[in-house]
């Protein structure tokens, strides 16, 4: 029978735990006394008697508790600022309060400062019991809520934290049922997304993105081409457009920006993508108490771009909102998320923030203007896990709304004055996040921008090569609403499990039917049915199907 993990936390953690338990999906609940567990994970505290009868006692905490003296362990250690753990060949930051243990015992965490041990379990006769140096849930929670600084943004750390409680169930000998974030026949989804933020140069008169467009497109193609980071072929292709931009304007030349649908359409070349466009011009929106700067007014508004929109959808594209104020008032989400129903004719519309503005109320105001999603969540500066996480998840303050993380924009890896990367040390950093995707699942999802493909950018051959790689990989290219709502889909599974006869056991999961969204999968560590095996089984999808096993 399916192990039933029991969980002791604080009631103020709650939320976090059962949002922990949506990212590692197996079956779990809060402790009942009446009932006794195989494992007893106890974050914060200390197990009573109840720890007698579980097979595996998980005790998390970053101070000294009273079950240290009753292990006889001794504390070495404990701090209140962040520090970095080894686990295996990877590196887990912990950002609130730590102990490290001085133990004879199998060493599970080492902190890589002190060289101490932070992590370790305990054969006790046919019993474990494993102490570790950190709260779990505080982690989590300063994940989904503050997100993680840039210096560890390339660690997916909340993904690290459910590999490290698997891990240590699993060389426990406990049988593990969970449903993976992987879509069924796929290794990992890909949300190709598009910021329209210009998609027309003409309507940029002596602003600061003409200025920055002329400025790049002559010395800043001449300098990369000097570094060998340009071709001539294209350093060529942006000193013409320099030079053709005055006949652009009165109308003698195309518009080299404008194309930027029909350029993404052949490059990706069925693969779904996702347009988030802005709803109004000229509007810089709001901050906290004022105005955001002038130039964060958009020179276009989605209705002028009605064609392409069409054309987009019908190509299996989707058509989101960059929103202007949608983060820190409803009622001006409500009526930006109108304006593209409006244009595109779909009810469920998600948002990604234009400059990606964002603050911890951010989810549930959307939440009440009736987003279907987000995808804010990333960094403009760097590329990476800002919450940790390569999985949609739900903000602890959104009732439904989920969030999908943006992990890698494109201006983040080749700004100067962000990443600076060359388009080889791009491509470079873009795959050790594809290896992150193929290793946890989940998706990885990412933003070039509507002008990227053309002058003065061209990041065009960095996006091909990463398509290609992604594609090579076994990834499910979705658009941003089908990622979510395969995530959608796998958080209404729930787990029962029940006897069908003698060897036989049925594990019992109900599903929403999908939407012509893959399937889910269920992965079964230390198979009792199939010796010290790892299976993975598909899960038939009616309201409540069964999957049963041979003994
Ligand atoms: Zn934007």
Redo the contacts with the bound molecule.
């Keep these: 029978m399916a192990t039933t993990i029991g969980v002791i936390a604080e009631p103020v953690d709650h939320d976090v735990v059962r949002e922990f338990f949506e990212l590692f999906k197996t079956p779990w609940e809060f402790y009942r006394s009446n009932r006794s567990y195989d494992v007893l994970i106890c974050a914060g505290g200390c197990p009573s008697s109840a720890d007698a009868a579980a097979r595996l006692v998980i005790v998390y905490a970053g101070r000294k508790t009273s079950c240290d003296d009753e292990w006889k362990v001794t504390v070495l250690n404990q701090r209140t600022h962040s520090c970095l753990l080894a686990y295996r060949e990877n590196r887990i930051p912990i950002y609130g309060n730590s102990a490290t243990f001085r133990t004879d015992e199998t060493i599970l965490l080492t902190d890589e400062g002190s060289v101490e041990c932070a992590a370790y379990v305990e054969q006790i006769g046919e019993s474990y019991r494993a102490r570790v140096g950190y709260e779990l849930f505080a982690e989590i929670r300063k994940l989904l809520i503050e997100g993680q600084p840039a210096i560890h943004s390339g660690i997916p750390s909340l993904e690290l934290h459910i590999a490290f409680l698997r891990d240590l169930l699993v060389t426990c000998g406990i049988e593990v049922v969970e449903i993976p974030p992987v879509p069924e026949g796929f290794r990992f989804i890909a949300c190709l997304t598009h910021?329209v933020?210009h998609p027309a140069i003409r309507p940029h008169k002596w602003d600061h993105t003409v200025f920055g467009f002329l400025y790049r497109a002559v010395f800043g193609s001449l300098w990369s081409f000097i570094r060998g980071r340009l071709s001539l072929r294209n350093a060529c292709e942006n000193w013409a457009a320099a030079v053709k931009l005055p006949l652009v304007y009165v109308g003698f030349a195309k518009d080299f920006w404008a194309d930027f649908g029909d350029r993404y359409l052949q490059l990706e070349m069925g693969s779904p993508s996702t347009f988030?466009v802005?709803p109004f011009k000229d509007t810089p929106g709001k901050i906290v108490g004022g105005s955001a700067p002038d130039f964060r007014a958009s020179r276009y508004e989605a209705k002028e771009l009605a064609g392409t929109i069409g054309k987009l959808a019908a190509a299996g594209c989707e058509i989101g909102l960059?929103g202007i104020d949608a983060w820190l008032d409803s009622s001006k989400g409500r009526d930006e998320l109108e304006e593209i129903r409006r244009l595109t004719g779909n009810p469920k519309i998600g948002v990604r923030m234009?400059?990606l503005y964002y603050d911890r109320q951010s989810s549930a105001a959307m939440e009440e203007a009736g987003a279907a999603y987000d995808s804010t969540i990333g960094y403009n500066e760097t590329v990476g896990y800002r919450a940790g996480t390569t999985q949609v998840y739900k903000p602890l303050e959104s009732k439904r709304l989920l969030e999908l993380p943006m992990h890698a924009m494109d201006t983040a890896l080749f700004f100067p004055t962000h990443l600076a990367l060359s388009p080889k040390e791009a491509t470079t950093r873009l795959k050790r996040l594809a290896d992150n995707a193929v290793q946890f699942g989940g998706c990885l999802t990412v933003n070039w921008?509507d002008r990227s493909l053309a002058p003065e950018r061209l990041w065009g051959g960095c996006y091909r090569d990463l398509i290609e790689d992604l594609k090579n990989r076994g990834a499910w290219f979705a658009t941003a609403g089908q990622a979510t709502n395969w995530f959608g889909k796998r958080r209404s599974a729930t787990f029962e499990t029940g006897e069908k006869g003698p060897g036989v056991i049925c594990e019992w999961i109900t599903a929403n039917k999908g939407q012509n969204l893959p399937g889910l999968r269920m992965r079964i560590h230390n198979s009792s049915r199939r010796a010290g095996a790892c299976m993975d089984v598909s899960i038939k999808e009616d309201t409540h199907s069964g999957v049963a096993f041979e003994a």
């Design positions: 910021d933020d988030f802005i960059h234009h400059w921008h």
